[in-house]
């Protein structure tokens, strides 16, 4: 039977979690707050298409209670992963694969890369400064992954699915390893859209292309995607951070197959979504802002590519959200990303 922790059940966590929970493996979540609570009283409430399902799991805030692992996602905020390493000591071992459900640049994302840069094999310090996370997991336990389902937690222990079912799956070399195909099959089995890409780095630019633009843009003047749509000052603002961030990512090698106006059209065709960062400062939750936004101009920065957009409103919304208490400065970052 395949061992599968899930590490932070919110709304991305719950979905795998309850997919899986349809397959004949031995599930964990990792949780804490009132979320686990209701989780450990009443089982995990997923609701999808008006359908409701519960499902019961093993829950627990101490990872040391549970047994090795096979696979375990990470499905809390990427800035927050390096707080965690230490925790998931008894869980893994040599054999255990980690996919990490995260917006941005993965901790991972230049190991075996062949950019043909000096960035090769080394940590990315905006996402894992220090390289805490690439020493501590090792990158060769990693398994990349692009989370495209919106969901959300509309109470605690219950999960609300708004749209999407694909979770894109590929190794950082771009195998099609055993371990790669078992993870996706067994997603698959539990209804979701799995594909198993040989170039996922390629996918993780063209989501981040909208995160690292709408994202912050939306965060600062708390507007919808179509309220930005239209507003030509702000659209062509997130014209310009999208350009800046298509230069930097084909100069790594990443491939944009879509372009700039047919993103632009997708993301305001949307009624009425304010972005998960926007989400957040509303909510008063700490943003990720480093992983979607720092780490693009981090790389742009080593390899001498200007990027005046990107930090300008980098530092806009840092500003902001430490004035509100939701953002904490690192002098590291801070040197990589002026």
Not at 113 to 131: F, H, R
Not at 222 to 235: C, M, P, Q, S
Not at 257 to 266: E, G, H
């Amino acid at each position: 039977m395949t061992k599968i922790c899930i590490f932070g059940a919110g709304a991305i966590g719950g979905y795998i979690a309850a997919s899986l929970a349809k397959t004949d493996s031995k599930i964990s979540l990792i949780a804490r707050g009132p979320h686990k609570k209701a989780i450990e009283e009443n089982g995990l409430t997923f609701i999808k298409n008006n359908k409701s399902e519960n499902f019961k799991f093993k829950i627990t805030d101490e990872p040391k209670t549970l047994e090795v692992q096979d696979y375990i996602f990470i499905s809390i905020k990427a800035h927050s992963i390096s707080n965690i390493v230490e925790n998931l000591a008894p869980i893994i071992n040599n054999q255990t694969s980690i996919i990490s459900a995260v917006n941005g640049l993965p901790w991972w994302y230049f190991y075996k890369a062949n950019t043909g840069t000096d960035l090769d094999n080394k940590c990315i310090e905006s996402v894992d400064p220090g390289g805490k996370i690439w020493n501590f997991f090792n990158p060769e336990k990693a398994i990349g992954c692009v989370v495209y389902p919106a969901c959300e937690i509309i109470e605690p222990g219950i999960i609300k699915h708004n749209e999407g079912e694909r979770f894109s799956l590929g190794e950082p070399d771009g195998t099609k390893s055993e371990r790669l195909k078992k993870i996706a099959n067994l997603l698959i089995a539990g209804g979701l859209k799995v594909p198993q890409k040989k170039n996922l780095r390629d996918e993780i630019w063209i989501k981040l292309w909208g995160n690292c633009s709408f994202n912050p843009v939306s965060a600062l003047t708390n507007k919808t995607l179509d309220e930005i749509g239209n507003d030509k000052e702000l659209l062509n603002l997130v014209r310009k951070l999208m350009e800046e961030c298509q230069l930097v990512g084909e100069r790594i090698g990443a491939k944009f197959n879509v372009s700039i106006d047919d993103r632009i059209k997708a993301a305001i065709s949307v009624i009425g979504h304010k972005p998960s960062t926007t989400q957040d400062l509303n909510a008063g939750k700490p943003l990720e802002i480093d992983p979607i936004i720092g780490s693009i101009i981090e790389i742009a920065n080593k390899l001498n590519i200007e990027t005046p957009n990107l930090k300008s409103v980098n530092s806009r919304l840092k500003l902001k959200a430490e004035k509100m208490g939701l953002y904490k400065r690192l002098d590291l970052i801070e040197k990589l990303t002026i």
